[in-house]
């Protein structure tokens, strides 16, 4: 975050505009907005110097529901809005909204070159598997074999790591959260926000009414466990109550699941999460059931600058090299003649 | 490069035996490595610098490297000597400078009749014939007959020339342009000072190549005094231009320091957004190089995303513009119909070229009018504007800046390829030191609605960060003062009258329809618009001279159209709008004003010349009522 | 679903003491969860089978699902039932029957003076009353002064009609729809037996809901009979309706069918490449389960890709076909002018919805004429139609792949979100045994040519897989007949031309403009095309009745526009053309036959009124000359 | 390859069209061209069932070349048009070609979704590191610093792998290698063309014109001992001449180069290359100089079906559990009434 602003005591509810919220009942955004507030709230964010900018879905209903400034735009482009946004203002703190349909399939272009570019923007991605806004479609990371209303014999495509993706683009912060994780959800919202450059976000949401459930195999608390691997900097990629644990693959390059003895973790040769550590996080990124699903900070390794900041310092250092050069000036760095009466 | 102001233009230098002119059209024509528009550049500046009005144009390949000798790598340059203002290129050369068969072979159809060639023998080979696609040598076989012919040895000259100062054989050779150059100087009564000054600093690190190109352009000029060839020299006088300072200028430059000078009297910085495509990535390489002039650049991944980041960077307060060629701007009509719902300020500028589809990158065309103005989906009403010349492309951007802040609209600015890379002298504005336009954001708090409209009704521009007015905006429809989302159908009625009529009322705020030559009592009126100013002027010139009752008139803003059109247009007998295109112009002229506009279509990727015009003006006139 | 076939209209029940009528509009409106789409589509089966005429439309929420209770949240179903030939839906209720407060407070406005209102006094209570916005009970404050009022414990008598079926509390409640359709059936003298043979089909595993459901249909139907209040009943004769087997289809379902019948008769597989936008998705839906019958359907990541997939699918030799909506039309800008550059057969559906950008997906509109027609960089011609009516959108998707395949073409087919969701009774049409139209690939590799044009024009469609006839298609322009990319003047030109001439020849493929009603020496013709049919039409019958010389004309070819209209129009004292826009069939017609067609305009996102127009009607002729 | 025709026995010039070959004296897309005629010479393929789709740019002129049925599309789009091909004619044998700005720029989505879905496509990226056609901007595989007309001081944004792309897009057929490789080339072409699903190729191609030596790093003959690691699937991860290889990472998930003593590479612990480890591809993939940089088929593990036969397939089946439906019956699904005259 690049404002430099005495941080402000707003409690999360004053984040709230007065728009009425209409999402479905039930649904898991209301629980992501509830974290966004919360995220605010204990940044301390300066709702008027905070943009919030989405394309068009449910998920991208997102800006009206928040006290801040909001550009509520086309499907898919949020992320080149917001470069725009970044380019003209540095200091204002922007977040990107979208779905999976948003973000991964007609936005999966802006999406890779935001991140390989490098602004300094959270984008959150709300991930529920499924088109809801326009009624239940297959989205890019429905799972195969998934009925919907265009694929009445079942999804034949395999579906996208939002996570993956990321990575493979080049970004700098990569973190997977879940919609009713009401702890970890603001916390990661929180780091996201304080990296400096482009940070992804994927949160697994609940759509109730299209894909209810889709994520249930990771969320389910019952299983929860043995399905989510919490990630931690610095402490071991333990899962399963400390019973299992992520150690370096022997004979080939990779992970395997190590059970965990007695003799501890270490003794296990269990891995120690390295959020600066990119191999590490694109094998994190790729764990999907029945492997645990990684959840936390799978990356955070900030460029030395944003694009912005890149931007702008080239075209400070242009114009120290040419401290005279103005507009008059340079229409007369070609010859020029002049002509009297 | 140096500045040559106060070059203050010399009387002529003592007199020689030479015709005066009072207008030539020259064209240098060669492979692509030949140097044809360096060459061509300080042809015009020496043109400039002697008081001559003058009008450019470079044509280069569309490849990027045609293997040598080939038709489709020849690259020419042609300039427009006159005594007087001239509008265009000339519709053909008086003098064609051919340094290879290939550029015989390509502009032979374009020369006047008796038109003066030079060519080079040494390289009339078998080879180079065939490369060029000749089967017979043209010399031979009565090609060149109706043209003037002078064989010169162009290359061997040069090396002779050139030898003694240390350059190898192959860049002895490359000099040949700067031979041929001075003996056009020499042709045109023209001393060779200014580009002596330029070779001085372009070569200023490689004193052999500056001493072989010195050398190469000052036997080039001394070849006409001395060659037994007699060689036809001519004058042209000085043209009556308006005292003032000036330069050469083409399109994209003028388009470039258009744009910034308009943000400089908004007051705002610049946000250029764009994607690569021909002919338009001229402007992103220019407004690049002029960053510290207050623009920041940014090369997207797309059109789509272009457009949108410039939407982004009017929404944070800056001015949002994007560049882009007619498959590009198809790109942007999603992005563009958000703009004009969200109401903020926004520049497009769309050089078109020869469509449809990829058509032809290189060719130019006006057949992005429709698209322009009726291009997207739902009713979404812009400001559309388009750039007459060269020069003109200046005042026409800064126009587009100051219609899109002051009516909160994104504007369209229609440039083309011909009008992109021709150049003409241009007198440098005065720049006012204060800004002429300047933006004033809203920031009062008191019973601010982000919709609620002005006087002329305009929605106030509210940037991010300004306390206490945190509101959100959005493609969806709007409520006519909260603009929270909306779906009450009065509401929607309203909002779409509001957007109407705010457009529409942009009417107001620039000048009514007027005659550039002629009288409301003409019989027959020209309606132009872009870049066939120059032909159309000049068309209308010659046929008043003759005495015909023939006006003309140049739309700078398309839509809306100005006021007084219609009663003006109604005056005469018949309305002729010549365009680019199938008759895009004609048709938005009957659609709005119910006047039988007549087009005159030519889509060949070429402008018009002078004579079609003349022709059809001709014509009309004899079937005229 | 049960093939009703065959079950021939019986004659009316024996009399009893009801109202006949010559049409009623009937309006059921709820809570989103409270199954009105339902028991609408049931209402509108039973009164078909009646054998009145009917034109339906539901009215869904924008949100998915909007908090119970909330006006946001109201879903409604409308239906005209009528002894004649009716073509609307109906301009307002004679009967609403409102499910809760939200309903009320939504349709209110939308009442005939006059109508009956059906109520659920059980749920005005105050939390209700608060959801729904309202501050008074409008029972009490007078707010439904102007109708006639009753109030009926619908759920409480379901509740009490469906005790002892052994449902839950909630599942008893949720028959309330049933309950209410009874009602409204035995209003309208019709009896339950096709609901009950649906309700059986539909619960056939769920014995408790079916029992539940019954009942409560039951009790509705014979609360009529025995209530204490008299409800008014009424009777509508039987339309005079061509013979034939019949069935009700909207507009998508139409289109579907349409398509794989116009894939049928060309003898090609269709390829259906979309990307989901509302309200064109039920398109997508629609052909997806309709897969076995000749289409591969594929959902693309956006709308240039499912634009580019039905080219490539068109190219190698299906008939690729894309369907969306105003912002994802505006993104098929581009790959549309490659179509047109590379002349494929393509058709492109664009179900209109309310713009600009975003604007109000759920609401209809038709303005993106002017984007189907003029909307790409370029010249890039292309065939425009628009359907007239759900019934009509059958005719014209087959139209469609004629044209497309028949004249080597991209065609344009404009619906729009009130014709895709209305509905009306469909008399099944004949499918030919053979394909009616089939197409024939080149083969012959005598002479072969990819660009070479026969007689009307067209160029061959060589499919790659075929022997001896490989060739390379470009964007570029290219030569007029090998296909090799051209960058030659002329030949430019000539493209130019050729391609405008084969979309304009599309004219003499297409009936000559006729009138729908009226004589050509009429004072007042309205123009409409597109959904405005059914309330132009309608008004205009009316209008005559009065014994006014009105003639209707609707536009089902607008690009290139019928033969003989200019002169047809011409002979009207004014030209009126009503559309949902700001007037842009109305600038089409002005700019082709400079005939002063005056716009008639309407943009809340709903369709035309017959009142609004005969008023209009009224208008014009009492100005006229 | 899905078509089952007897191979042809052309020779690769018979694969040339008639078209006059326009690009640059010099150019590396010269040796592409004759590599790919030499894979389908190869290859046997019959000209009259092969397609070359391409975009737009000096690589997109590709098809223009070649005795085939070409289309020569616009910019961005060839893999979706490809994919309409295919799903009209899954008989024939599709190629797709474009440049890095075509493919990587402006095309990114649609080759992440092409690579997702798995057409039977053979999908060539001729990248030059520059947009060559519109005469010579940064484009997105463009080094950070380059000069060019749109970067005057530098390129800002980091460089997009098109292999590390195509590997998190769920690609099945990833490959690198160079213009002038005029062996290892047309090898891979003709193992990309053999693979059933959706194979990308990364060609490193030079143009001499606005990006000479853009790739000389890696591929100078002088260094490419060290600079190349040539993969081959089954054989030890070496380079430089065998003196050195690739070893599982001690520590941490990820791979570390060993030298190689006496004792040969086993006993350096060098990793054997497994062309369906997708883990070790997606860490090959990431390779960049001053490592070596892999050359070859990274990964080669084909789904069990492609797209347009997983949608086949589907229908094939609809239409057995329905096989008395046609469209006269469709219509009739709803009910329906007669009317007697
Ligand atoms: C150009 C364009 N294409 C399509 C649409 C229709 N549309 C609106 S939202 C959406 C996808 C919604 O899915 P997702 O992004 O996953 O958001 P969700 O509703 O699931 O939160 C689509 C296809 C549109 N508004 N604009
Ligand atoms: C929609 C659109 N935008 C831009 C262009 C201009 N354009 C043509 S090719 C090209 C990029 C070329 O780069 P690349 O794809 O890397 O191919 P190369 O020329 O380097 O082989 C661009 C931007 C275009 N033709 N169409
Ligand atoms: S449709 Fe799904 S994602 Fe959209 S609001 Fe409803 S529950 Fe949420
Ligand atoms: S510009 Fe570069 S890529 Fe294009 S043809 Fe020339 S050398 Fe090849
Ligand atoms: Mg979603
Ligand atoms: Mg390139």
Redesign the pocket.
């Given at each position: 975050m690049s404002a430099i602003h005495a941080p402000l005591r707003l409690e999360p509810k004053d984040y709230a505009s007065d728009q009425e919220v209409r999402w479905c009942p039930g649904c898991g955004?209301y629980a992501i907005l509830k974290a966004v507030e919360k995220a605010l709230s204990e940044l301390g964010a300066d709702p008027d110097r905070t943009v919030f900018v989405s394309?068009?879905?449910?998920?991208?209903r997102f800006p009206h529901y928040l006290a801040t400034y909001g550009f509520h735009g086309?499907?898919?482009r949020a992320p080149a809005i917001a470069t725009g946004i970044k380019l003209a203002r540095p200091d204002l703190d922007v977040w990107v909204v979208?779905?999976?349909?948003?973000?991964l399939?007609?936005g999966t272009n802006h999406l890779v070159h935001a991140l390989r570019r490098d602004p300094d923007l959270v984008i959150l991605i709300?991930?529920?598997a499924?088109?809801?806004?326009?009624k239940g479609?297959a989205?890019p990371t429905t799972p195969i074999g998934t009925r919907t209303p265009t694929t009445p014999s079942g999804v034949v495509e395999r579906p996208l790591s939002a996570c993956e993706i990321a990575l493979a683009a080049g970004a700098r912060f990569v973190a997977r959260s879940v919609d009713v994780h009401q702890k970890h959800l603001p916390e990661i919202l929180v780091r996201a926000r304080r990296h400096e450059g482009a940070a992804m976000v994927e949160i697994l949401?609940n759509?109730v009414i299209y894909a209810d459930g889709a994520w249930a195999a990771i969320t389910d608390k019952a299983h929860a466990a043995e399905t989510q691997l919490l990630l931690r900097h610095g402490e071991p990629l333990l899962f399963a109550e400390g019973r299992k644990g992520l150690a370096p693959a022997r004979y080939r390059a990779g992970l395997r699941i190590v059970e965990v003895g007695p003799e501890g973790w270490q003794a296990a040769g269990v891995l120690v999460h390295d959020e600066r550590d990119r191999t590490l996080a694109t094998l994190l990124a790729a764990l999907a059931p029945p492997l645990p699903v990684a959840l936390g900070v799978l990356y955070a390794d900030p460029a030395p600058t944003t694009f912005e900041r890149a931007v702008h310092a080239q075209i400070e250092a242009e114009r120290t090299r040419a401290p005279a050069l103005d507009l008059a000036a340079a229409i007369r760095r070609a010859p020029t003649w002049t002509v009297s009466d | 490069m140096r500045d040559l102001e106060g070059a203050h233009v010399a009387a002529g230098s003592p007199p020689r035996p030479r015709t005066p002119r009072s207008s030539v059209v020259v064209r240098l024509s060669g492979d692509s490595g030949d140097g044809i528009q360096v060459a061509g550049g300080q042809l015009a500046l020496a043109t400039a610098l002697s008081g001559a009005d003058l009008e450019t144009f470079p044509d280069f390949p569309a490849e990027i490297r045609a293997p040598a000798g080939t038709t489709f790598g020849v690259s020419s340059f042609q300039i427009h000597i006159a005594d007087h203002r001239v509008h265009t290129v000339g519709d053909r050369p008086d003098l064609l400078v051919a340094l290879n068969p290939a550029a015989l072979k390509v502009n032979l159809p374009d020369l006047r009749p008796g038109a003066l060639v030079i060519l080079d023998p040494g390289t009339f080979k078998k080879r180079e014939l065939e490369r060029a696609g000749f089967t017979c040598d043209p010399r031979a076989d009565g090609t060149l007959g109706p043209f003037r012919v002078l064989e010169i040895p162009i290359e061997e000259l040069t090396r002779k020339a050139t030898a003694g100062t240390g350059v190898s054989a192959r860049d002895a050779g490359r000099a040949k342009n700067f031979w041929a150059l001075g003996l056009v100087l020499w042709m045109h009564d023209r001393d060779t000072r200014s580009v002596e000054a330029w070779l001085a600093r372009r070569f200023s690190n490689e004193p052999a190549l500056l001493a072989a190109n010195r050398a190469a352009l000052a036997a080039g000029h001394s070849y006409g005094e001395v060659s037994e060839l007699s060689i036809p020299a001519f004058t042209v006088g000085r043209a009556r231009l308006e005292p003032g300072t000036y330069r050469t200028v083409n399109g994209l430059e003028a388009l470039a320091f258009g744009l910034l000078a308009g943000g400089r009297d908004a007051g705002l910085e610049l946000v250029y957004c764009s994607y690569p495509i021909t002919p338009a990535s001229g402007l992103l390489h220019q407004l690049a190089n002029l960053r510290p002039l207050g623009v920041t650049t940014f090369q997207a991944e797309d059109e789509i995303a272009a457009i949108s980041a410039a939407i982004g960077a009017s929404y944070a307060g800056a001015l949002g513009v994007t560049g882009t060629s007619g498959p590009g701007m198809a790109l942007k009509t999603?992005a563009l119909g958000l703009a004009a719902a969200v109401e903020l300020p926004l520049v497009v500028i769309d050089v078109q070229r020869a469509g449809p589809s990829t058509g032809m990158p290189t060719k130019t065309e006006q057949s992005d009018l429709f698209q322009a103005v009726f291009g997207r989906n739902g009713e979404a009403p812009l400001v559309v504007l388009a750039a007459a010349t060269p020069a003109d492309a200046f005042a026409v951007a800064r126009e587009a800046v100051r219609l899109a802040v002051h009516h909160m609209t994104p504007v369209v600015l229609l440039a083309d390829g011909f009008l992109a890379n021709a150049a003409e002298p241009w007198r440098i504005p005065e720049l006012s030191p204060e800004p002429a336009f300047p933006v004033r954001f809203h920031t009062n708090r008191e019973g601010f609605r982000p919709y609620r409209r002005d006087g002329r009704g305009v929605r106030p521009w509210v940037v991010p960060g300004t306390p206490g007015l945190a509101h959100r905006i959005s493609g969806l429809e709007r409520d006519f003062e909260t603009g929270a989302i909306s779906y009450d159908p009065t509401n929607h009625a309203r909002m779409t009258a509001a957007r109407r009529a705010k457009i529409l009322a942009v009417a107001d705020d620039v000048p009514p329809a007027a005659l550039e030559q002629g009288e409301p009592d003409d019989r027959l009126v020209l309606v132009g618009w872009g870049s066939t100013y120059g032909a159309i002027a000049d068309a209308v010139a010659a046929a008043r001279a003759r005495g015909r009752a023939v006006a003309h008139l140049h739309l700078r803003h398309l839509w809306p159209l100005p006021r007084g059109l219609g009663p003006l247009l109604a005056g005469f007998d018949r309305v002729l709008v010549p365009e680019m295109n199938t008759g895009q112009l004609a048709a938005l002229l009957r659609a709005e004003l119910l006047v039988p506009a007549e087009p005159l279509t030519k889509v060949t990727g070429r402008p018009f010349t002078v004579e079609e015009l003349s022709r059809a003006i001709e014509a009309r006139l004899e079937e005229a009522p």
């Open positions: 955004d394309g068009i879905g449910c998920a991208a086309i499907h898919g979208g779905g999976d349909g948003d973000m399939a007609i709300l991930n529920n499924i088109y809801g806004l326009t479609q989205s949401q759509c | 999603e």
